[in-house]
């Protein structure tokens, strides 16, 4: 059955009368119609407090906001509290005539002087000369959590540094490294010895209880990975007057044990037919490290061919040519291995004939 109002209502006291409709056709004989009111519409207004992180991006990092949902089209004052007493500024909002509720967000900077931890802070909401709302928040801030209030203070600094894994073999492309910062209003700052590194990228979130996340991303040469430099990241907070630094390197990230080395000389055959013959030396470890030659305790000359011929992401091969003539007089033969992820290693072999 399908029923319209139309005409004007009239109320009686605490009834409601109105008049209804309905074709003749559409009506059996013993139809008895109810008139029952509609759904009801939910008006309940919220009143929400959260710190703001648009205004911490804008450098402010002690900025409240207050969200309001549904509200009436009457005038209103929205004040900010510190353990339920109001602080001085009242704002004033006028609210339009609309058909449906109206939502609004009002901010409000803490001065310095309220940076204490035994404050609460709030919002409250006077609209008209009767009804006012406190916000109902439920937060955990910097550690603490109290229902209908906001507890509001700096907290402690903390940091994560991390390895991203890389897919590009040993000796070529790059490696990232990822920061994370947790705390008031946490800045990162990227460092490789003196040296300051600009990060790619940085991502910073506000969780619900007001913590602030910040990530910061570098990208570093595999050459200067390899080599096993420090890198150095380095999380600020002005506002909590606290610094906290961690740094990782090749040596950290992936720590190992002294390479072990295999040196092979000529044979005497090959001396005693060749005019020319080479010594070989190979370095097992996970590092680029770097091999070096000793003849007799000494560098060889700077006319000494010296052919590090080849590197794997497990082993380094390092080849030594040297004249027959010159092998002959030889007493000691030595190769050394040097990285700064491990102490300086070396194998000596005798060759005197």
Not at 176 to 198: A, D, R, T, V, Y
């Amino acid at each position: 059955m399908v029923a319209t109002q139309h005409g004007s209502s009239t109320k009686h006291g605490t009834n409601i009368i109105g008049q209804i409709s309905v074709p003749f056709s559409c009506l059996p004989l013993s139809s008895v119609c109810v008139c029952s009111p509609g759904p009801a519409v939910s008006s309940t207004t919220t009143v929400l407090i959260r710190r703001s992180l648009p205004e911490l991006l804008k450098g402010d990092s002690a900025v409240l906001e207050c969200a309001i949902t549904q509200l009436s089209s009457s005038d209103l004052y929205v004040t900010f509290q510190a353990n339920g007493v109001d602080f001085p500024e009242k704002q004033y909002v006028d609210l339009p005539a609309s058909n449906g509720p109206h939502s609004l967000t009002k901010r409000f900077s803490i001065p310095k002087s309220h940076w204490k931890t035994d404050n609460t802070f709030t919002c409250k909401v006077n609209q008209g000369y009767s009804n006012s709302w406190v916000s109902s928040s439920k937060i955990k801030l910097f550690g603490l959590k109290l229902k209908k209030e906001m507890v509001f203070f700096p907290g402690e600094l903390s940091m994560e540094l991390l390895l991203v894994p890389s897919e590009e073999s040993s000796g070529s492309g790059t490696q990232k490294l990822m920061c994370s910062g947790w705390g008031f209003n946490p800045k990162i700052k990227w460092l490789s010895g003196s040296e300051q590194k600009s990060a790619a990228d940085n991502e910073i979130r506000m969780g619900e209880d007001g913590h602030v996340a910040l990530t910061s991303h570098i990208t570093v040469t595999q050459q200067e990975w390899n080599e096993g430099k420090d890198f150095i990241c380095e999380v600020d907070d002005k506002d909590l007057q606290k610094t906290v630094r961690k740094s990782t390197s090749l040596c950290t990230a992936f720590p190992s044990s002294t390479p072990s080395l295999h040196l092979e000389t000529p044979r005497f055959r090959t001396v005693m037919t060749q005019t020319e013959v080479t010594a070989t030396c190979v370095v097992h470890s996970a590092y680029d490290a770097k091999v070096s030659w000793l003849l007799d305790g000494k560098d060889p000359t700077s006319r000494t061919p010296v052919n590090q011929a080849s590197s794997t992401t497990q082993s380094i091969s390092s080849n030594l040519t040297l004249p027959s003539s010159q092998w002959k007089t030889l007493n000691t033969i030595t190769c050394r291995a040097e990285h700064r992820c491990f102490n300086s290693t070396e194998k000596t072999r005798n060759v005197k004939g």
